[in-house]
């Protein structure tokens, strides 16, 4: 292969690897096919321009042509002429993809679905990066730059991910492009000649040189830099204090990774709440069983949110330890308090990562296994060094609090310093929310009244209006904005609450998880995507945090805030065993967990069995199929390419020819050929320099032949000998048995490795390339002769004019 083309390979290798990093953005992933697909037809069109040979302009202007007439086969063929033109209707089509697929991106949480706008724009981006990095690499045969595009696009999958891609994106990003130095080194070295690395060490057979010419001491040391570079920057931070994991790290590790102590600075989980409740599909993302009698308080809480700071509600810094067997007491619970013990098990969905474990509250015992820490303030589960709840089963034994109103009514004042922390603040708090909660709260007797009024008001009385489109806020202005406009989500209401409340003295936080899920046939509970929720907490001596709901149309309103003739409708009970089993008996199903009351108001998203009846989709055109299969095939036969061709040749050298002289004459030559191809794929390099006999005794000292395989080699060097110089050639006989006892031979004499790769990758395979590189010389030659003879001519009919009139 030449040095552009192995630049070209390298290129195209490096933007693919480089672009694995955006592989977990959008699920299911099938995006990267399509991408690989238009980058390799961009790469081999750039190959083919850049042999004819084009201006470096006119090289890029056709791969961007290309490019954007296969962008429009794949995403607007029937706006475009003959199906790969564009036209003003396909640029508007391609306009109105973009368009959908930034609000696509808005929109839901990662990974995001494959939707046609969000795979445009995934395609397009990587296409548009391997441009550049082919153009910087191969027409400029700038390889060093190119990285900048390909950091470029590791780093935007690292921040859309959060920080938290992973180290293999990382290793792979960084060895194609490793891969694409290395190749333009050998480019760039190669055009020196042969170059030695000093004097041969013993049992070598040159310096820096290897049989076939190719240069090894300077490849071999740029390999082992790039290695050892790569080394440096995984392995190093895990040693260095002040980087902790360094690479191998995941969001949220702390100095106590692994230890006893240490800490957890919670990332705000509520950035992906509206989209969750966006979501058009309501995945299930847990599946448990429980002994409880009503499970309409039930809600499943991941962490609490004690800080706010006037721009957003977050987990404070707290110290984590080891998961105890028996969890501490609830704060603030007092013993008068009624409290039944319960037991859950929980069954995780194999798609749902989080960090934190949903969990009912307050939590007295759980049974997980896998590196969980425990946070005490906030009494939750957070996971370590990389550990999520993907799949997870485990158990949890915990509290069903039911205070009364009187209880709440005369609790007592709550301990100083919890007062301070949780009643604190900004001073940037507009006017107007306090002012709003002192009237809202007018003739409330107690801090219980006061919180009661609140959820009422926000929840019944205030006028407001549950909307999921309602963009998002947590700052100060957007509390008063919300106060004003009254209309939101459960972020808005529940940080509104706990605000107001702040205001009022009452400690306050926002806790973040599900609502309790949908009853299933078999006695569980299902929870969804959908059923992500936020709600705040607000604390009574006696009773410790207890849950308010403030927001209208959305979970259950506790009975401890209902008036006695209650007018709302919680959860219904779910119909659970007598006892919860030891062992997690759920598992994830595909079952919705969405209520038939929910499907009737239309927040499930589209029914598929309404969407298969009414689509007017005719299915996939076969057309389509067809070249979908055959191109399965094509890449599957790939690498099975070089195997197939050796045996056809191989075939055609053994075969019979004719029964003529000259026809015995060119068997004879043939396999000649083929024992010199296979002694090449068995690492023997051809010598054309060489006589028969030499190169017989070359290739039996080579490949280590004896007994009969090396006199098979002796006897049609001979016979090739007698066809070649004597007067009356006498052609060999047998000549296919001497071929197959040669293959035994070095069968029998090569290791394992070299035999894979003599069947699978044989080196004789580069005559394809040596012949497609003649014959498109020969094309080229003949071109140019007859472009010559042609512009000869019309000068001649020009000049003849002249010459007349003269």
């Known amino acids: 292969m030449s040095g552009r083309g192995r630049l070209t390979v390298g290129a195209f290798g490096a933007t693919l690897t480089a672009s694995g990093a955006l592989l977990p953005l959008v699920k299911p992933a099938t995006w990267i096919f399509t991408a690989a697909l238009l980058l390799a037809v961009q790469s081999g069109v750039g190959a083919l321009t850049r042999r004819v040979p084009l201006a470096r302009p006119l090289t890029i202007a056709a791969q961007a042509a290309v490019t954007l007439a296969a962008l429009t086969l794949v995403f607007a063929r029937e706006e475009a002429l003959l199906g790969v033109v564009p036209g003003p209707e396909a640029f508007a089509r391609f306009a109105t993809l973009f368009q959908a697929g930034a609000e696509d991106v808005g929109r839901y949480a990662i990974p995001a679905p494959d939707t046609e706008g969000i ?10 990066i391997g441009l550049l990095v082919d153009t910087l690499a191969v027409t400029f045969r700038a390889a060093a730059p190119a990285g900048l595009p390909l950091l470029a696009l590791y780093s935007v999958a690292a921040g859309l991910s959060g920080g938290d891609a992973s180290w293999l994106w990382f290793l792979l990003a960084s060895s194609g492009y490793l891969l694409l130095l290395l190749a333009e080194g050998r480019d760039r070295l190669s055009q020196w000649g042969r170059v030695f690395g000093g004097a041969p060490r013993a049992g070598r057979q040159g310096s820096g040189v290897s049989e076939s010419g190719q240069v090894l001491a300077p490849v071999r040391t740029g390999r082992r830099i790039g290695v050892v570079a790569m080394g440096v920057a995984l392995v190093v931070p895990l040693a260095l204090p002040g980087l902790t994991g360094g690479l191998f790290g995941g969001p949220g590790e702390g100095p106590g990774t692994g230890g006893k102590g240490g800490t957890i600075s919670a990332v705000n989980p509520l950035v992906s709440i509206q989209d969750n409740l966006r979501q058009p599909e309501d995945r299930e993302v847990l599946r448990y069983r429980t002994n409880a009698t009503d499970t309409s308080g039930m809600y499943l809480r991941l962490v609490a949110l004690d800080q706010f700071d006037g721009t957003s509600w977050k987990s404070s810094v707290r110290p984590i330890k080891d998961v105890p067997e028996l969890l501490p007491w609830p704060d603030g619970l007092g013993q008068d308090v009624r409290a039944q013990e319960v037991t859950s098990n929980f069954v995780a969905s194999r798609t749902y990562e989080q960090k934190w474990l949903p969990m009912p509250y307050p939590a007295s015992r759980v049974a997980i296994g896998g590196r969980w820490r425990f946070e005490p303030a906030g009494r939750m589960l957070v996971g370590d060094d990389g550990q999520n709840t993907k799949g997870a089963e485990y158990q949890v034994t915990s509290l069903d609090v039911r205070p009364t109103a009187e209880q709440l009514g005369a609790a007592a004042a709550p301990p100083q310093k919890l007062r301070s922390e949780y009643t604190r603040v900004p001073g940037s708090l507009p006017a107007d929310v306090r002012s709003t909660a002192l009237t809202v709260t007018k003739g409330a007797r107690n801090d219980y009244e006061r919180a009661v009024k609140l959820q009422d008001w926000f929840a019944r009385d205030g006028g407001f209006r549950y909307d999921v489109e309602v963009e998002s806020g947590t700052g100060v202005q957007a509390i008063s904005r919300f106060l004003k406009q009254k209309e939101g989500f459960c972020v808005h209401f529940s940080f509104s609450m706990a605000a107001m409340a702040r205001s009022l003295g009452i400690p306050a936080r926002v806790a973040v998880g599900f ?9 569980t509970l299902s929870v969804g ?11 009574f001596e006696g009773a410790g945090w207890t849950r308010f709901e403030p927001t209208p149309t959305r979970g259950s309103t506790p ?4 008036d006695q003739s209650p007018t709302g409708t919680p959860t219904g009970p779910a119909q659970p065993s007598a006892s919860a089993s030891a062992q997690p008996s ?4 595909a079952s919705e967990s969405c209520s038939p009351q929910m499907r009737r108001q239309g927040d499930c998203g589209p029914d598929p069995a309404a969407a298969g009846a009414s689509s007017d989709d005719g299915g996939v055109p076969p057309l389509t199929v067809v070249l979908i299969v055959l191109g399965v095939l094509v890449l599957l036969s790939l690498p099975l390419t070089p195997l197939l061709w050796r045996t056809r040749v191989r075939a055609r050298r053994l075969g019979s020819t004719g029964r003529a002289a ?3 004459a060119a068997r004879t030559l043939a396999a000649w050929q083929e024992i010199n191809d296979t002694a090449w794929d068995h690492g023997v390099l051809p010598d054309e320099s060489q006589t028969p006999r030499r190169t017989a005794a070359r290739v039996v000292r080579l490949g280590g032949l004896e007994g009969e395989a090396a006199d098979a080699v002796h006897r049609v060097a001979r016979a090739v000998e007698q ?15 001497e071929v197959a006892l040669v293959r035994a031979g070095f069968h029998a004499t090569a290791g394992r490795r070299t035999r894979l790769r003599a069947l699978l990758a044989p080196r004789s395979a580069a005559r394809v390339l040596w012949s497609a590189s003649a014959r498109w010389a020969a094309l080229t030659d003949a071109w140019s002769s007859r472009r010559r003879a042609l512009t000869d001519r019309l000068t001649t009919l020009v000049r003849r004019p002249s010459r007349g009139e003269g």
């Not at 795979?119 to 548009?128: D, K």
């Not at 759920?586 to 199903?589: G, L, N, Q, R, T």
Request: charged share 20%; proline share 12%; net charge negative.
């Open 559 to 562: 009975e401890y805030t209902r």
């Open 529 to 539: 995507i959908r059923d992500a929720h936020a709600w705040p907490e607000l604390y």
């Open 515 to 523: 609502m309790p899920g949908t009853p299933q046939a078999d006695g």
């Open 723 to 737: 066809v070649l110089y004597a007067p009356r050639p006498r052609p060999g006989t047998g000549l296919a048995e």
């Open 662 to 664: 000259e026809d015995a």
């Open 586 to 589: 759920a598992a994830p199903s």
């Open 119 to 128: 795979r445009l724009m995934l395609v397009c981006g990587v296409v548009a």
